[in-house]
């Protein structure tokens, strides 16, 4: 119930100033209020008065304490004045009696029996029979709490009331920005605090910003130099309690983004940054046309045929209009120059064709393939596999991006032999692999396919014409190529198999000729026939397989005539009547590698009157036998090697086996030079004529000979004392008078 504001009276009780920069000084007692105290317990809470609204005086203004209880209409207070603002906290309790009769105040109001909190007179808080707490603000200014416990008339016995913990502080200065959400760069902003009364100090600060004006006050004025968040802070300290707060605002930039250049015609974007979501945006062009956005951040343009397009953005914020602007250079069309079509593993080069500036380029190819030259204006590629590659290039702070699609077609380059001989077999060709999938179709002119149709690689047998015409066409990832390539043929060499008709060859053989002889199989065919070579110069017939000629019933396997400079290479000549290989007037004969066998029938004994010999040279001069094997069958009485009238033969590294006469048989001949061959149970026993043997090594240089113009007989194991110094020695073109 509310009481009138009344006059403080002696009372007591504890005052606890709380200062938030100061140690708290609150006392936890507590304060009885009742029939009689001492003013002394209290002294700094002792006040004098009269009750000028009651009925009767409780205090003695004259005493110096309590003189008698509290009488009907008494009033017990305890007061004290304050100086706003402030916090006031206190708990209490109190005991009222239960017969308390109500009357009438000589003003007329109604009075009560109570305990009650009042500030400045007026009723705040009454307390009931339980414990409470309470809490309040006490505002700017001077004022008086009264804590008053009354006891009306008609209230018999005690009444009391107990005050706990009384605590009045200094509230903290309320510490809220006030700022706008959004500012702009180097533009003055403010920023405010509510007042937080008199001599209340402010302390702003703003990092990486400027506090223009106020600092020390509630409201500033306020810049910052970039875009970003402006962290504005400030502490307020009043009375000893302190409070800090901060506020972050983002700090907008009026900044266009759009291509530095663009193509006339093409349609791009521009945007300026968000400026929060009460902004308004508007803009205008220059040398172009608006297509979408123009009251939105992002816009939508279409630039014109002219040099440039000027684009203004006008971005309100806080009720103030900012305006930014950018010049876009109006350039031709982006173009990429590269050949249409390339060869797969083949090296191409791609520039760019653009009138703008153009920075850091960025180059792909099929999306992902980083060139050589990347950021440059000139890049170059290896292009690996047959198909479609696409060219891309973007030019910075553009929206332009060009794109070029290149055929790389299937590598059709043929690797084949630069010449051949006619009917050279086992020829090859081929191209690169064009990948997984890939066809080849191979057709060759003047020459006959063998095997390999369908891959990148075919074997061929070389024709008779002049040239040999090979092409290919190849299929991959829906591309095709085709290459063609020529190999001249060499019609003085000539390749040929058992079914060749070897004899005609060498009948229509130009000078100079060379004819291979190959082992291939042909049906039943697995010799050549005896051959006659009469009449020919500078021919050469050479085997790599030792290619086998048989003399069947021919007088010879080999007859050599009136010919010169004629080559046996590796031949392999069988005969079982006849010499392996007869030679009248043939010089510069040249035998290599030969293997000649006389085998004779079965059971038959040809006698040694037959003319027949291994190999015979008549008039051979200046001809050479070398690495070879010439062995006469057990059956025959043979000579391996017969000369007759012939000048300068050189017989080295050649094994003879004619067990029943004469390994080699020397008539009326000079200059016959015989090194590293027969075998340890050879003869050498048949000089006749006049025949001068130059030298003679048999096996490992054991014995040299030598004859002067007279016939000798040589069996292995004769010594000559005059000879002794010449052992080890080879002479060649001279004759043995020269040795003596």
Known sequence: ???????????????????????????????????????????????????????????????????????????????????????????????????????????????????????????????????????????????????????????????????????????????????????????????????????????????????????????????????????????????????????????????????????????????????????????????????????????????GEGESVVLIATVTINGIPYHCSKTVYTTGECRIIAPEQVVAGTTFEARLDYSGQWGTLEWSIDGDRIPAGQGTNRITWAAD??????????????????????????????????????????????????????????????????????????????????????SVDVRANETVNNGTWSVPINQSCVYLTYCDDLQGEIESAKDPMEIILTCEPCGSQSAYGPIEIEGKDNLTIRSKCMAKIDGNDAYAAVTLG???????????????????LYAEVCPFVEMVGMNITLRGEKNQMISSTSIHRGLQLIRCNDSIISNSNITVGPKLKLSGIFIIGSLNVSISNTRIESPNTSAIHVKNSDGICINNSLDDDDMFNEVKGQSNILCCLFNDNEYICCSDQKPIDIMKGTEYSKLEDLRNRVFSNISCSDVY
């Open 1 to 303: 119930m509310l009481l009138r504001q009344i006059g403080c009276i002696i009372a007591a009780a504890c005052l606890c100033l709380a200062v938030a920069l100061a140690s708290p000084e609150c006392l936890d007692f507590t304060v009885r209020l009742n029939d009689s105290w001492n003013k002394e317990t209290y002294p700094t809470w002792m006040e004098y008065s009269t009750s000028e609204i009651y009925n009767k005086t409780v205090w003695n203004s004259n005493a110096g304490h309590i003189e008698a209880s509290i009488p009907h209409w008494g009033l017990s207070n305890l007061s004290r004045e304050v100086v706003g603002p402030k916090i006031i906290s206190f708990s209490w309790n109190c005991s009222v009696e239960s017969d308390s009769i109500d009357i009438i105040r000589k003003d007329g109001n109604i009075d009560v029996s109570g305990l009650f909190f009042l500030i400045d007179g007026e009723v705040k808080a009454e307390c009931t029979s339980s414990n409470g707490e309470y809490i309040d603000e006490i505002p700017e200014g001077v004022h008086k709490l009264t804590w008053t416990l009354s006891k009306k008339t008609g209230d018999n016995g005690g009444i009391t009331g107990w005050i706990n913990k009384i605590c009045i502080t200094s509230p903290t200065p309320n510490c809220t920005i006030e700022a706008n959400e959004w500012e702009v760069v180097s533009h003055p902003a403010t920023a405010s605090v509510p007042f937080a009364g008199a001599g209340a100090q402010y302390s702003w600060s703003i990092a990486g910003g400027t506090v223009e004006s106020g600092n020390g006050t509630p409201s500033i004025t306020w810049s910052y130099p970039r875009a970003g968040l402006a962290n504005i802070s400030v502490t307020i300290t009043r009375n000893g309690t302190s409070s800090s707060c901060s506020k972050l605002v983002n700090v907008w930039e009026c900044s266009i983004t759009a291509p530095d250049n663009a193509a006339p015609n093409s349609i791009n974007t521009a945007s300026v940054p968000e400026a929060g979501s009460d902004a308004g945006y508007y803009w205008l062009i220059e040398g172009g046309a608006a297509i979408s956005g123009q009251t939105e951040r992002n816009f939508t343009w279409r630039a």
């Open 385 to 470: 596999w047959p198909g479609q590659m696409v060219i891309s290039v973007t030019i910075p702070r553009t929206n332009i991006r060009c794109s070029k699609t290149v055929t790389v077609l299937p590598n059709c380059n043929i690797t084949a032999p630069k010449a051949a001989c006619a009917l050279q077999p086992n020829l090859t060709a081929k191209v690169k692999n064009a990948g997984p999938g890939a066809s080849y179709t191979w057709s060759i002119s003047g020459g006959e396919p063998l095997r390999g149709q369908g891959t990148p690689r075919i074997e061929w047998k070389a024709g008779r014409r002049e040239a040999d015409t090979i």
């Open 562 to 580: 009136n010919s010169s400079n004629v080559l046996l290479d590796s031949l392999d000549i069988t005969h079982s009547k006849g010499s392996g």
